[in-house]
């Protein structure tokens, strides 16, 4: 592996807990690769972010070239796995393998911070923090992710959401879940284009 760059706010959890949360830091690894560290409130626990340079989005978008992905959380509470739970140095490890493995098959790398992304970091922290982690996770499985998974977190409206809650609550059996999802997604496809919505600010 190549010598990672030493970063003395990142390198060790004592380091990182002083950081200021729910705001990224990030770190040079090597030419149009960075690692970022970002801590929320809710969690407690930082996660890390491989942000690439990444041509076809450059080509598409110029102001906007980057692609990101989530690579895990930091060991800011647990020891490091080297699979979900990762150190400093064992993030830009697997930031650089998945930077070499895209740009050597062409690929493209996720784009912006989805709802599956959001509800994969939550679902790591309730297993973490709370009991009813199976069925948290049937719920979200059933009733988020069928109509929001790729929609980006950013671009989720208020209104959008209060048609989606209204559309769960009036189907109150869990085993018409899957109906219910379907309908969710249609009443969110008959959302008029021109209505005036304030953007959903997610903390």
């Known amino acids: 592996m190549a010598r990672t760059v030493r970063n003395s706010n ?23 690769l960075a690692l970022g560290y970002r801590r929320t409130r809710k969690t407690g626990w930082g996660t890390w972010t491989a942000r690439l340079l990444d041509p076809a989005r450059q080509a598409r978008s110029p102001e906007s070239p980057y692609s990101y992905v989530l690579i895990g ?39 912006p911070y989805t709802v599956e992304d959001a509800a994969r970091d939550y679902l790591l922290w309730f297993r973490v923090h709370r009991k ?42 869990r085993i018409r879940a899957p109906r219910n999802a379907r309908g969710v997604q249609a009443t969110l496809r008959r959302e008029d284009p021109h209505e005036s919505v304030r953007p959903l600010l997610v903390r």
């Open 73 to 111: 959380r930091a060991d800011d509470y647990e020891d490091a796995d080297g699979r979900e739970i990762l150190t400093y140095h064992q993030a830009a490890d697997k930031a650089r393998e998945l930077a070499a493995t895209s740009r050597g098959a062409g690929l493209e790398l996720t784009g």
């Open 10 to 32: 990142l390198e060790t959890r004592s380091a990182r807990l002083k950081l200021t949360r729910e705001r990224f830091f990030w770190c040079g690894v090597s030419k149009g």
């Open 132 to 173: 009813s982690y199976a069925a948290t996770k049937t719920v979200i499985d059933a009733h988020v992710l069928p109509c929001f998974r790729r929609r980006r977190l950013e671009d989720l409206t208020t209104r959008e959401l209060q048609k989606w809650h209204e559309a769960i609550a009036a189907t109150a059996a």
